[in-house]
C-alpha cells in the first residue's frame, strides 16, 4: 500500500516560481489514495466526542461529508457570501490580496454542540480562523480541526493557536 503522501502531485512553480503547488486531484482520482485520505483524517478524530463536521468550501465538502457520514453525523457546510438559501451569519477573512466572506446557516449549530471542522488544506490560516469565529458565534465549540495537508512554511497554524489541529500530511515549505 502506498503511503498517501505518494498520492499527493507535486507541481513546481505554480501558480508563480518557487511555489510547490500540492495537487489532491491525484488522491481525489485514485480509489485506495481517496480510501486512505478520508480513513486517515477520519482517524484524527478517535478520541474526540464531536456532535458536527463543517467543512468549508469546496475541498472541505469533499472530506468532511464522508467522515459525517462514516460517523453518522450531521454536515454542516462553510459556503462562500451569497451561496446560502436560508438567514446566515457570515465572516469576513484576508487573503494574500484582498478579503473573501465565508457564511454559515444561523440555524446550522446548536449552542453547546461540539463541531470538527474539516479541510484539505491549512495555509495561512484565514479560511479556517474566519469557520471557527463563525461556529463559535452561534454558540458551538470547536473540539479539532482536521486538515489533508498543512503547508507549515505559511505559519497557519499559529492563527489557530488554542485549538485541536490536525494534518495527515506536512509540508515543511510553502
Given at each position: ?136 458565534e ?26 485541536d ?5 506536512k509540508?515543511?515549505?510553502?
Amino acid at each position: 500500500m502506498k503511503k498517501l503522501e505518494e498520492y499527493v502531485r507535486s507541481i513546481p512553480d505554480f501558480p508563480e516560481p518557487g511555489i510547490i503547488f500540492r495537487d489532491i486531484t491525484t488522491v481525489l482520482q485514485d480509489a485506495d489514495g481517496l480510501h486512505l485520505a478520508i480513513q486517515s483524517m477520519q482517524d484524527c478524530l478517535k478520541d474526540t466526542e464531536v456532535d458536527v463536521i463543517a467543512g468549508t468550501e469546496s475541498r472541505g465538502f469533499i472530506f468532511g461529508v464522508p467522515i459525517a457520514y462514516n460517523l453518522h453525523k450531521p454536515f454542516v457546510p462553510i459556503r462562500k457570501k451569497g451561496k446560502l438559501p436560508c438567514e446566515t451569519v457570515s465572516q469576513e477573512y484576508d487573503l494574500e490580496y484582498g478579503t473573501a466572506t465565508i457564511e454559515m446557516h444561523k440555524d446550522s449549530i446548536k449552542p453547546g454542540q461540539k463541531v470538527a471542522i474539516v479541510d484539505d488544506l491549512i495555509a495561512t490560516g484565514g479560511t479556517v480562523e474566519a469557520a471557527i469565529k463563525l461556529v463559535e458565534e452561534l454558540g458551538g465549540e470547536v473540539v479539532k480541526v482536521v486538515f489533508l495537508m498543512e503547508l507549515a512554511g505559511l505559519k497557519g497554524r499559529e492563527k489557530l493557536a488554542g485549538y485541536d489541529v490536525a494534518s495527515v500530511i506536512k509540508y515543511e515549505g510553502k
